[in-house]
């Protein structure tokens, strides 16, 4: 079946530091691949997506490229701030669109702080 | 835009008490609706997806229940709560043919 395997950290980091969150996968197909970011108490937030090899997505300075000939999909910001602080999930759906249910598998999250 | 709630946010319950956690997407129409559990905050459990009105489908047998008796909202049920059911419950919608999940706050449930 399906899987997505990622950095289970937890991953402290300084302000302004490189940040690199790993994940790959393991799927049939071509998946569409997320991230998403869950602060605190609140509910998960799309973060960033790509759809076929070699897409970038890219969102507030976080981005991460569909690599197919190595299945991954890491997670990289130039610059971490301390509001980056929060648990980062790698995700990928398969047999998206039609009448597919459209099942998203997780990765187990990653914990990022970051200190001033 | 859309918009997705859910309520109570948070719910301390008893053991054997009944559990009714409700689900609502705003601005759009016969969106797929899905309810997973977080366990210790971290990894998430996908427990029952809904392709439409009275449809619903469960992905792992256990203590809970689900129904949708319109199109926008989703209810998480159980008749008896039991220890185990403790955790951080997310509703999530998706566009009929579209491959990205939005989520909706999440209610903390714990059970005593």
């Known amino acids: 079946g399906d899987s997505v395997t990622q950095m289970e950290g937890p991953v402290t980091l300084s302000e302004e530091a490189f940040l690199t969150i790993n994940c790959t996968y393991t799927?049939?197909?071509?998946?569409?691949l997320f991230w998403y970011v869950q602060y605190p108490g609140e509910g998960l937030q799309l973060l960033l997506k790509a759809t076929k090899a070699d897409d970038k997505g890219s969102n507030k300075g976080f981005e991460a490229t569909y690599r197919k000939e190595t299945t991954s999909f890491h997670l990289e910001k130039g610059s971490v701030q301390v509001s980056d602080s929060a648990v980062y999930f790698c995700a990928l759906i398969r047999n998206a669109g039609g009448t597919s249910y459209g099942k998203l598998t997780f990765g187990q999250g990653t914990i990022l702080t970051v200190h001033p | 835009s859309q918009t997705i709630h859910q309520w109570p946010a948070t719910l301390v319950q008893p053991v054997g008490s009944p559990l009714s956690l409700e689900c609502t997407v705003e601005g759009t129409s016969n969106p797929n609706l899905y309810w997973y559990r977080q366990a210790a905050g971290r990894g998430l459990q996908l427990l029952f997806y809904s392709v439409g009105i009275g449809q619903i489908s469960s992905e792992v047998p256990q203590n809970l229940s689900a129904s949708r008796p319109q199109d926008r909202q989703f209810i998480l049920s159980s008749k008896k709560l039991l220890l185990s059911d403790s955790g951080f419950y997310l509703c999530a919608w998706r566009a009929s043919g579209i491959d990205t999940q939005y989520f909706g706050p999440g209610t903390r449930l714990t059970v005593l």
């Open positions: 799927a049939t197909g071509y998946p569409s």
